[in-house]
């Protein structure tokens, strides 16, 4: 077991000045592996302190500086990334087949803003003003569970192309995680105060970063609900925001889509990172007069889900990332079954054999209504609901009848009618034909899936001011 004792604050570990302690559990078997130190408003208001300081200089710093840290940075990320994979699913519970892609996208991550920032224009001319593009300033970086290294390796490498420093707060959750990125980090030599990690609760420390005034701009990542809350706690001093936040997918299969194909895609597509993520397609959308087709092909596709040990290579669905998850996902299940919703596979309770961890057998209701709570609020685990349609334009209407806007997914035969489809739908990225990711390319949310945009040549704007010279 592993006691994480000191927090990274100017360029060193040291230890923080809170004082409470959080377990750290195994959802697998719900074990403790570990423990942290939290800290507090005081490891913050030093945190900023440090990263200010540091921003004085850095902010100045040249193009081929900032490349040379990034370099360093995805030098050692990735050769820990074997590390960083299995303390990922010891910790968090991601199957092995998320946690290698979720450090993939870590590493591309850095290595795509490496490439934006060879080229990034920091000056234009716009009619007669020179228009100069500088970094915000310290920037407040809290990220989630679910992701934990991805979000961090991402966030932190905008802010260093930007010029900007950095105060971070990872899950309390993934401390293990944070704690072994720190030593990558570490080795890559990042000059110090440019990045500092306070782990911490959100209602502390997530607080206080929120507040500081010294703070400019927050990149937050989580729940709808949370970002609503740091986002009215920013406007008193008016920090930019970008929020990427919650999700309710719709997966529409168009009427000419093969189902053969797309049906069985759909179903492992809702499960992806165990139905732990934002952007899973969990409302499938079908022809009405093709139910029938659907439900036999989703039938027999969930038998071939497997539920089990995270570190097995053909796991698909591993435990919930805490017994408080555990029983949410419970709940939206027996809410499903009291809304009159038909369950087509799965249900309450745990697989057989897995009673000790967090686990969730892979559920499925179909002849869901669009008003139910299971179709309209983001459960975060293993269940799929199968709404039906009358035509394509009830399709576009159901789709975007939700408080949502993250992502969205389109099959069909006809790639040019499901391109004129998407421009129909109200979100940030829609995937025709597959489950795509490309990390130059935007990613955020419509609605109240957030605020701004990360990824790309967008991502890296958020962290910019745009000063005009006349």
């Known amino acids: 077991m592993k006691t994480i004792d000191k927090m990274y604050v100017n360029g060193a570990f040291v230890t923080p000045h809170g004082t ?21 408003e005081t490891d913050v208001q030093a945190a900023v302190a440090a990263a200010k300081e540091a921003f004085k200089s850095f902010s100045k710093s040249s193009r081929e500086e900032r490349i040379a840290i990034l370099q360093r940075m995805y030098d050692a990320v990735n050769r820990r990334k074997d590390e960083l ?11 092995r087949q998320f946690c290698n892609n979720s450090i993939g996208f870590a590493l591309s991550g850095i290595s795509s803003v490496i490439e934006i920032l060879k080229t990034f224009c920091f000056e234009r001319k716009t009619g007669s003003a020179n228009v100069i593009m500088e970094p915000v300033g310290v920037v407040g970086v809290i990220t989630p569970w679910n992701s934990s290294t991805g979000f961090i390796c991402s966030k932190l490498s905008n802010a260093i192309a930007a010029g900007c420093t950095t105060v971070i707060k990872p899950s309390e959750m993934s401390a293990l995680q944070t704690d072994l990125l720190l030593q ?38 989580g729940s709808t609900a949370v970002g609503k809350a740091i986002a009215r706690g920013a406007v008193d001093t008016m920090k930019r925001v970008t929020l990427e936040l919650g999700g309710k997918s719709p997966n529409i299969l168009l009427d000419d ?41 989703a039938k027999v596709a969930v038998t071939q889900v497997k539920v089990g040990n995270p570190a097995d290579e053909d796991t698909a669905v591993g435990p919930m990332v805490s017994q408080k998850q555990y029983e949410r996902v419970q709940n939206y299940i027996n809410t499903g079954l009291e809304e009159g919703a038909e369950l087509l596979a799965g249900g309450p309770g745990k697989p057989d054999g897995l009673e000790a961890g967090n686990f969730v057998k892979p559920t499925i209701f179909t002849n869901v209504n ?39 997914y389109i099959s069909s035969a006809d790639e040019e009618r ?23 390319a935007p990613f955020g949310g419509f609605k109240q899936s957030g605020i701004g945009r990360e990824f790309g040549v967008y991502g890296l704007e958020e962290y910019l001011e745009t000063k005009s010279v006349l």
């Open 20 to 40: 409470e302690l959080f377990d750290l559990i195994n959802p697998s078997n719900n074990q403790k592996i570990g423990e942290v130190v939290l800290g507090d």
């Open 85 to 95: 994979i299995e303390i990922m699913i010891t910790e968090y519970g991601g199957t």
């Open 184 to 221: 990558c980090f570490a080795e890559a030599n990042v000059p110090k105060g440019i990045y500092n990690v306070v782990n911490g609760r959100g209602d502390v420390v997530g607080a206080e970063i929120t507040r500081h005034p010294d703070i400019a701009k927050i990149s937050f990542t």
């Open 257 to 297: 889509a093969d189902l053969a194909t797309a049906v069985p895609m759909a179903v492992f597509g809702a499960y992806m990172n165990s139905g732990q993520a934002c952007i899973a397609p969990t409302r499938l959308l079908v022809p009405q007069n093709r139910l029938g087709e659907v439900e036999q092909l």
């Open 370 to 408: 669009n008003n139910m709570r299971i179709a309209r609020e983001e459960i975060f685990g293993p269940v799929l609901s199968i709404i039906t349609y009358k035509d394509e334009e009830d399709a576009i209407a159901i789709a975007n009848d939700t408080t949502y806007g993250l992502h969205a």
């Open 418 to 440: 499901a391109k004129k489809v998407a421009g129909r739908i109200d979100a940030g990225r829609i995937a025709i034909n597959g489950f795509k990711h490309d990390p130059m």
